[in-house]
């Protein structure tokens, strides 16, 4: 298949030496693009998994630990009348408290080991999952959430998530807006170098022309030669893109999870990415086909 | 009939007329002089008849076919039964003799077990055996035109056209070279042969079309050109048939 004939000797052109670097260069941009966009998608869809059916209930410590007026005992009498109230309101699949153990995870990071200590006055937090079949009524649970423990607020993720979900889609949009503008200025360059290619041998090709050759013949050859350059540039560009991936996820491995997502990439995203460097090799092919099909095309 | 040119006129884009009213006819198997003093127009009515150039006006047939209705993807297979050795050779100096040979025949697709044994034969017949594997730097003038010359017969063109075949060699060469192509012919190849050198045409009794100011007339066989050209009964119209 790439054993094809040379007769017009394509390969003491300048544009063999650049072009390869070229390509190796808007494949390693193309395939860092891809990749943040693959990561951002697959960290708004966990979010967006996580978060869904979700709330969070916010109890003040002093609300938290005063008696509750239905007569509650305990010293966290004001979270349990919360949580009577939570389980028996319509929508509410369940509701569970953080314990010590849960809020010394969450706030290690910042507080470090041992920081939230119990003499710390921490608000206590309930996790509350919804039930997807029962609609909630949000305003009446707040209101008779404030009657039992002032203070209490509910806290739907969603609010938050949103923004950061249409940051995460502009993060998108962006990347795939880089992976076009880098296809358009390769195929630009290709067009060039194949163009400047088939000026220089306008004598050559001629001849062929002359002789019998179909268009078919001559592009043939400035097709597979730029398929050579293509591919080994997209070899070199997928190379330095690896590893600049596998250093990001190094780093990013260092990092402390709970501050950090994980961002390691999944079968069908590395699959993606392949896509990319294979892509730029025939777009390169064809590219050329079609600029020295149009040259041959002003012939008579 | 090979060719037919019917009132054929042909200027490079706003330029003068190269060639005007230009009207003859070849038949398979002929052998023509095509003369005529430089800048007449000899090369541009080559590149007419090998198709690198259309015509302004006027009508060309080749094999048959009416040029200006033949699709351009046919074009190919018209150009493939005609064989050009150019002024220049155009030799690829990237390739060996048997390369530049072969060329024809690999654009024809021929399979490459085939190549080898024609191309050989032939190198052979124009006194190039020794040297296959030469590049065309490596060559003489004289060994350089015989490899253009055995590149435009390995296919086994219905029409060899020559441009100045002999302008580049002396005159025991230029013998050699005309025997070659009379050979050619004998075995049923249109020949034309664009040359200057009268003395080589006088050596022929073959027709001779002349070509003076764009203009072409046709002589049955060759009489010198100069202030007595013979007179007007040695000359055709351009509308009578050249063989």
């Not at chain 1, 040379?6 to 990749?35: E, H, K, N, Q, S």
């Not at chain 2, 993807?73 to 048997?98: N, T």
């Not at chain 2, 230029?174 to 009268?198: K, P, W």
């Amino acid at each position: 298949m790439f054993r094809t004939r040379r007769d017009v000797p394509l390969d003491r052109d300048a544009a063999g030496r650049f072009l390869p670097w070229i390509i190796a260069f808007m494949v390693y941009l193309a395939v860092l693009a891809t990749a943040a966009a693959l990561t951002v998608s697959s960290l708004t869809s966990a979010w967006d998994n996580e978060v869904a059916g979700t709330m969070t209930v916010q109890v003040p410590p002093r609300a938290a630990r005063q008696a509750a007026p239905a007569g509650a005992a305990g010293a966290d009498a004001g979270l349990q009348a919360v949580l009577e109230v939570l389980r028996k309101t319509p929508g509410v699949a369940s509701a569970v408290p953080l314990g010590p153990v849960d809020i010394e995870r969450l706030l290690g990071p910042w507080l470090g080991p041992g920081g939230a200590s119990a003499d710390l006055p921490l608000p206590r937090l309930v996790d509350i999952v919804l039930d997807p079949s029962a609609p909630l009524d949000r305003p009446g649970l707040s209101k008779r959430l404030a009657e039992i423990a002032p203070g209490a607020t509910i806290e739907d993720h969603r609010v938050w998530l949103r923004d950061l979900l249409v940051f995460a889609r502009s993060v998108e949009v962006l990347s795939v807006a880089i992976v076009l503008l880098v296809a358009a200025v390769g195929i630009a360059t290709v067009v060039y170098a194949t163009r400047a290619g088939f000026a220089i041998h306008r004598g050559t090709v001629e001849l062929l022309h002359m002789i019998g050759a179909q268009d078919a013949y001559i592009a043939a050859q400035f097709q597979w030669h730029a398929f050579r350059l293509g591919a080994r540039g997209a070899l070199v560009g997928i190379t330095f893109a690896g590893a600049t991936l596998g250093l990001l996820a190094h780093l990013a491995g260092q990092v402390e999870s709970a501050l950090l997502p994980r961002m390691g990439m999944g079968i069908g995203e590395l699959l993606v990415l392949a896509v990319v460097p294979i892509g730029a090799t025939l777009v390169t092919m064809y590219t050329a086909r079609l600029a020295v099909v149009r040259s041959l095309a002003e012939m008579v | 009939m090979v060719v037919r040119f019917e009132n054929v006129g042909m200027r490079y884009g706003n330029g003068p007329e190269v060639l005007r009213d230009v009207t003859f006819t070849l038949d398979p198997g002929s052998f023509h002089f095509l003369t005529g003093p430089s800048g007449a127009g000899k090369t541009s009515l080559l590149r007419l008849m090998y198709l690198a150039q259309r015509p302004s006006r006027g009508l060309i047939n080749l094999f048959g076919r009416d040029i200006a209705t033949t699709p351009r993807r046919d074009l190919p297979a018209l150009r493939r039964r005609i064989g050009v050795v150019f002024q220049d050779f155009r030799l690829l100096d990237h390739l060996s003799a048997l390369d530049n040979v072969a060329l024809p025949l690999r654009v024809a697709g021929v399979p490459e077990s085939q190549i080898r044994t024609h191309v050989g034969e032939l190198l052979d017949w124009v006194g190039l055996s020794g040297h296959l594997g030469a590049r065309p730097a490596t060559l003489s003038g004289g060994q350089q035109q015989r490899v253009a010359i055995a590149r435009a017969v390995i296919g086994r063109p219905r029409l060899l056209l020559a441009d100045e075949p002999t302008g580049n060699v002396d005159n025991a060469i230029a013998m050699r070279l005309l025997y070659l192509f009379e050979e050619l012919n004998r075995m049923g190849t249109c020949v034309v042969i664009a040359t200057h050198n009268e003395s080589v045409i006088a050596k022929f009794d073959y027709p001779v079309l002349r070509l003076e100011g764009g203009e072409l007339t046709v002589q049955r066989a060759f009489r010198p050109a100069g202030p007595d050209r013979g007179g007007e009964r040695n000359w055709e119209r351009p509308h009578d048939r050249a063989t």
